[in-house]
C-alpha cells in the first residue's frame, strides 16, 4: 500500500438526470441502475489503490424530501434491490468490508428497505479492515445540528468542545477526508449541505469532467494516481 494513498475518499455522484436526458431516459429506474451498476467496480478500484474508507453520497435529504412519489418509489426500489448485491458480492468479503449506512434513512424509506439495509449492514458488521460508507437521507447541516442537540440535551456535557461534537455526529467514528471526488463539473452550481464537514479540514478535491453514469473504476483508479503525485503541504 502506497503511504501516499487516500485512505478516506468519499464521492458525490453529480449529473443523473443530466445524463438521462442526453441518453433520452424517460425513467428514473434505468438511470439509477446504470449507476448502481458501476459502484462495484468503483469500490475495488478504491480498495486496490489503498483506501480503506470509501463513503458515498446516496441521497441527500432534500432528495428523498422534495422529490415527487414516482422519484421517491423508483430510488427506494433502488436501494431494496441493491442492497444485498453489495453485502453478498465476492468483492466486499474479499476486502474484508464493513457496510455503514449513515443518514435519515430509517425516518423516510419503506420498511421493506429498511429491513434490507438493516440486514447488510448486519451481515458485514464482523469485518474490521475496510468500510463502505453509504450517505441516505444525509445533510450535514443536519448531521451538525443533531449532534449540537445531543450535547445541549446532556447535561454531562457543559462544554462543547470539537472533540465532542465530532463525538456526538453520525460520521464521527470516521476519518478525516483526504479526498473528495465530486462527479459532474466544477463550475456547476451545486450545494453541498456542509457534506461531511466535521471530517473536511484538510480534505482536497478532483473534479472529473464526468456525469456519475459515465463514471468508472478506472475513472478513479487514475484519480488516485493523480492525488498521490500531488503535493500536500497542509497549510504548510
Do not use: C
Not at 86 to 94: G, K, L, R, S, Y
Amino acid at each position: 500500500m502506497n503511504s501516499d494513498s487516500p485512505f478516506h475518499i468519499a464521492i458525490i455522484p453529480d449529473g443523473n438526470r443530466r445524463w438521462a436526458k442526453q441518453h433520452v431516459l424517460k425513467g428514473y429506474k434505468e438511470l439509477y441502475d446504470r449507476g448502481v451498476e458501476g459502484l462495484l467496480g468503483i469500490t475495488q478500484a478504491a480498495f486496490d489503490g489503498g483506501v480503506t474508507h470509501l463513503s458515498l453520497w446516496g441521497s441527500s435529504h432534500a432528495n428523498l424530501a422534495d422529490r415527487s412519489s414516482d422519484f421517491f418509489s423508483n430510488i427506494d426500489r433502488v436501494f431494496r434491490d441493491n442492497i444485498h448485491r453489495f453485502a453478498e458480492h465476492p468483492v466486499i468479503e474479499q476486502y474484508d468490508v464493513r457496510i455503514n449506512i449513515i443518514g435519515e434513512w430509517r425516518d423516510s424509506l419503506t420498511p421493506k428497505t429498511i429491513e434490507a439495509m438493516e440486514k447488510a449492514i448486519a451481515q458485514t458488521a464482523h469485518r474490521k479492515t475496510r468500510e463502505l460508507t453509504l450517505l441516505i437521507d444525509y445533510s450535514g447541516n443536519r448531521e451538525r445540528t443533531a449532534a449540537v442537540h445531543s450535547i445541549l440535551t446532556d447535561t454531562d456535557s457543559d462544554i462543547a468542545t470539537e472533540q465532542l461534537l465530532r463525538s456526538r455526529s453520525w460520521t464521527g467514528h470516521l476519518p478525516d477526508l483526504d479526498l473528495i471526488v465530486r462527479t459532474g463539473s466544477w463550475t456547476d452550481p451545486h450545494n453541498s449541505a456542509g457534506f461531511m464537514s466535521l471530517l473536511a479540514d484538510e480534505t482536497q478535491f478532483s473534479f472529473p469532467e464526468l456525469l456519475w453514469p459515465d463514471f468508472t473504476g478506472e475513472t478513479l483508479a487514475n484519480i488516485i494516481m493523480e492525488f498521490n503525485s500531488r503535493e500536500r503541504r497542509r497549510g504548510k
